[in-house]
């Protein structure tokens, strides 16, 4: 595998992330009603999309992350690098083993074999696009949504402050206890390997002349 190659594969994973998020507010109209005097308004911010398309955008993202540790393992064999750190940060990383766990649990079923690579039997459920509001840190940040006549989310923001909506959903462990929201933990993930990329040697902002490949 060439740097190329394995590069490409994160371009993959962001390009994952830019399908579970909208910005584009025209894209998430909620549904308005006239009849019998009155306005009623629903918003589910789905954007037309079914559960089933949600799911399935989710589930790539999980997949394109999980899989990646393997592709570095064999980078690394190849290109005179230790891949014993591809599984030492792996389990060092609690986000990349529950992820790696939700994209088994796809594959194998559910529960996991001792728990999985995690220990704690992790699942998803509620799989949904929400609004996420965002302030910054400076003073004076904020951020405000409204619909207009047509129900099309219109967003106020001051300083730093953003709006977009994303497909997450809630992590339990075996317990039925959260273990936290699924698009924070997989960005929580993404970090994790992109610093493991840059410590074996792979740059993942930079294309050309990185890494010492020899396949």
């Known amino acids: 595998m060439t740097v190329e190659e394995l590069l490409a594969r994160v371009e993959r994973i962001y390009a994952s992330v830019d399908a579970i998020q909208e910005f584009d507010m025209t894209k998430l109209p909620a549904i308005v009603r006239h009849g019998q005097g009155r306005i009623s308004v629903f918003q589910d911010f789905t954007g037309g999309l079914s559960k089933a398309e949600i799911e399935n955008v989710a589930y790539i993202l999980i997949h394109n992350i999980a899989n990646l540790d393997a592709h570095l393992r064999r980078w690394a064999r190849r290109n005179g690098k230790d891949p014993r750190k591809i599984g030492e940060a792996v389990?060092?990383?609690?986000?990349?083993?529950?992820?790696?766990?939700?994209?088994?649990?796809?594959?194998?079923?559910?529960?996991?074999?001792?728990?999985?690579?995690?220990?704690?039997?992790?699942?998803?459920?509620?799989?949904?696009?929400?609004?996420?509001?965002?302030?910054?840190?400076?003073?004076?940040?904020?951020?405000?949504?409204?619909?207009?006549?047509?129900?099309?989310?219109?967003?106020?923001?001051?300083?730093?402050?953003?709006?977009?909506?994303?497909?997450?959903?809630?992590?339990?462990?075996?317990?039925?206890?959260?273990?936290?929201?699924?698009?924070?933990?997989?960005?929580?993930?993404?970090?994790?390997?992109?610093?493991?990329?840059?410590?074996?040697?792979?740059?993942?902002?930079?294309?050309?002349?990185?890494?010492?490949?020899?396949?």
């Open 91 to 215: 389990h060092a990383a609690d986000s990349l083993k529950i992820v790696k766990d939700l994209s088994n649990n796809e594959k194998h079923g559910y529960p996991p074999r001792d728990g999985g690579h995690s220990r704690v039997a992790p699942r998803v459920i509620d799989i949904r696009r929400v609004m996420r509001l965002s302030t910054g840190g400076e003073a004076g940040s904020s951020v405000a949504m409204t619909l207009d006549p047509g129900g099309v989310p219109k967003i106020i923001s001051r300083g730093s402050g953003s709006a977009h909506a994303l497909i997450t959903g809630e992590v339990l462990d075996k317990d039925g206890q959260r273990l936290g929201y699924l698009y924070e933990i997989e960005l929580d993930a993404m970090a994790a390997l992109e610093k493991l990329m840059t410590e074996i040697g792979v740059k993942v902002s930079e294309r050309e002349g990185e890494g010492q490949d020899t396949s």
